[in-house]
């Protein structure tokens, strides 16, 4: 087929030396994929890949020096913690999977040192870097090896932080960690079979039930809530320079906003809540296949490949690296499974939130063995791209290949060397780098910047050099990088927030929102005056899309006032959120005083929420 594109490979041979470690698959670790079934070598097919013209694509790292690369971060050293996953696809309690760190010192696109930093994992499925050791995905558990010290050992056994995640998902667990601007740890979770997750002893009737969605833990607070339920099995997710937060999906539409207390369409089965009614929709405008059968588009051919390739979606990136033309910053790339490439989706403002178009399909591997999973962008501005490099359906639907596994890595035209190390840098660098045109700096800066702050060990000046850059900065992106920085170092007061609800800028006005509702602290009256008085008057429908976000916090006597004020826009009837949106929040108000809710349906403009009321009520 020809395609307007030009390969251009950088073909690397991976460097034989050990550096001291054993290559081999781990004892007990074997292969249960037809013998017959082979993939190509990393070599080989690294020459078949192909991407946009002016692209270079390299071999990071291919097997023997990395195998079932399930997911991987980058840490503020530049460094890869790549996760080896050898027990999928039967869960037993004991498993053999891996983290791997790889450094590539000289920028040349191929990895220089390799080391094995834990292998004790079980259905290890993601992991993070941060807070002095590495939060790691294995069912049942979310799960902290402490590394103090930065030697790149464990100080000691992993830390049980939650369990209660289903050992019966098989290819839907959870997955995919993030750090999200807010200072969370954010995850995702599948579909297949229900969890009740807590902290280790916590009683059943004291855990949160969750099967699919995502959800979010805080690494200081050891706080765990669901963001939002629905889809089928989300793996990836990322968020765009306003903070918002998009992820990936298979088998139903692939892309999604993430608002914090929706409920979304499903695969299959009931929302949790019996009482949600509607679902919420995908934000993107169409498929990468045809829809139908979804298991007719494996392999990604004929009229599936002019769409996109497939049904299964892998990974989340949203480019704000500083390497790629400004032409793909902002936009969403997701590993297509059955079609063998990455997909490049639009993200646009619509209504009340986003909508994502169809780009153009941007890497090809041409080789059926592909199987992408997390792609990401680092201090070069490059993206590194995971390829678990196996044959079949979900990864496998006869055997797992244990002995393949690659990273590539994309970048445009030349490059500049990268070497970081900034956690050895001051608090006003850290700072500084605040407005750095590759967020990579600006995440792991700002989660620097956390850390000190929960040590006690920030210095004075931090919070006052942020608040200038929120005041004086003409860009709203930075303002809001200021902002959640603020935030994640506790320099943002109630007060200080409820000032920012008057800001000019709705992005700013939704954070403010966001960061209200969340507080600990009670709501003042001045707040909630002001809440109401922004459901009623408030022009933006982003920043009602918050309010109504942020009815589910408040506590019931507080929601009345709010609600019906944003039940008066006409012109959000029929938005793709605020009606739902709405429900969502004001439902439980029904069960409260059902006389007041009938009152708030017979004044509401938004038929929807009317329907649903009274639905509510004749339940009752």
């Known amino acids: 087929m020809t395609r307007c594109l030009t390969s251009l490979i950088c073909v690397v041979a991976i460097t034989p030396a050990l550096w001291g470690d054993d290559l081999s698959l781990p004892e007990g670790v074997k292969s249960n994929q037809n013998p017959k079934d082979v993939p190509l070598t990393p070599q080989e097919a690294l020459k078949r890949i192909t991407v946009p013209e002016g692209f270079r694509v390299t071999l990071f790292a291919g097997e023997p020096h990395v195998r079932q690369p399930i997911g991987f971060a980058i840490d503020d050293r530049g460094r890869l913690w790549v996760a080896e996953c050898y027990s999928y696809r039967e869960w037993k309690p004991e498993g053999k999977d891996r983290i791997l760190i790889f450094e590539d010192t000289d920028n040349d696109g191929q990895f220089d040192s390799r080391k094995v930093f834990w292998d004790k994992g079980n259905y290890l499925t993601g992991l993070q870097v941060g807070f002095g050791g590495v939060w790691v995905c294995c069912t049942p558990n979310l799960m902290f090896i402490p590394d103090r010290n930065g030697d790149d050992v464990p100080d000691g056994e992993p830390i049980v932080l939650l369990d209660g995640w289903s050992t019966k998902g098989v290819h839907n667990v959870l997955n995919g960690l993030k750090w999200g601007p807010d200072g969370w740890l954010y995850g995702c979770n599948g579909i297949t079979a229900p969890s009740k997750v807590g902290k280790p002893g916590t009683p059943d009737d004291q855990r949160v039930d969750i ?69 919420l929709d995908s934000c993107s405008d169409h498929l990468h296949w045809t829809g139908g059968d979804w298991t007719k588009s494996r392999g990604g051919k004929g009229e599936h490949d002019v769409l996109g390739g497939g049904h299964a979606h892998v990974g989340a990136m949203i480019y704000l690296g500083d390497n790629w033309p400004d032409r793909y910053r902002g936009t969403l790339f ?266 708030l349906a017979a004044k509401s403009k938004i038929p929807l929420v009317r329907q649903y009321i009274a639905r509510r009520v004749a339940e009752n």
């Open 211 to 279: 099967n699919c969605g995502i959800w979010r833990y805080h690494p200081t607070r050891h706080e765990f809530d669901v963001v939002a339920h629905g889809t089928t099995n989300p793996w990836g997710l990322d968020f765009d320079e306003y903070g918002q937060a998009f992820f990936t999906n298979c088998v139903i539409a692939h892309l999604w906003h993430l608002i914090p207390g929706a409920h979304y369409k499903r695969m299959f089965g009931q929302d949790l809540d019996s009482h949600s009614y509607g679902l």
């Open 334 to 599: 997701t590993c297509n499974v059955h079609g063998y490439r990455v997909n490049n989706d639009i993200l646009e403002r619509h209504g009340s939130g986003y909508v994502g178009r169809h780009g153009k399909d941007f890497f090809w591997a041409h080789d059926e063995w592909f199987r992408g999973l997390e792609l990401q962008y680092g201090p070069d501005g490059g993206v590194y791209i995971t390829d678990w490099t196996d044959f079949g359906e979900c990864h496998d639907n006869d055997g797992v290949h244990r002995d393949s596994g690659r990273i590539y890595k994309v970048t445009y035209k030349a490059t500049l060397p990268a070497a970081v190390d900034l956690a050895q840098l001051s608090d006003a660098e850290l700072v500084d780098l605040q407005l750095h045109k590759n967020d990579y700096f600006v995440r792991q800066s700002r989660r620097l910047l956390q850390e000190r702050a929960a040590a006690g060990k920030l210095s004075a000046q931090v919070q006052d050099s942020l608040w200038s850059m929120f005041q004086d900065h003409p860009d709203v992106t930075r303002k809001l990088r200021a902002m959640w920085a603020l935030n994640v170092t506790g320099g943002l007061s109630q007060a200080s927030l409820l000032e920012q609800l008057s800001h000019d800028s709705e992005h700013v006005r939704w954070w403010a929102l966001r960061l209200l509702s969340e507080d600990a602290q009670p709501l003042s009256p001045a707040a909630l005056s002001k809440l109401t008085d922004m459901a009623k008057q408030d022009q933006s429908a982003l920043v009602r899309l918050g309010l109504a976000s942020a009815l589910q916090q408040l506590p019931i006597e507080h929601r009345w006032s709010v609600a019906e004020n944003l039940l008066s826009h006409t012109e959000d009837a029929n938005d793709q959120n605020l009606p739902l949106m709405i429900w969502y929040g004001i439902e439980p108000l029904v069960s409260a005083d059902g006389k007041r809710a009938i009152g």
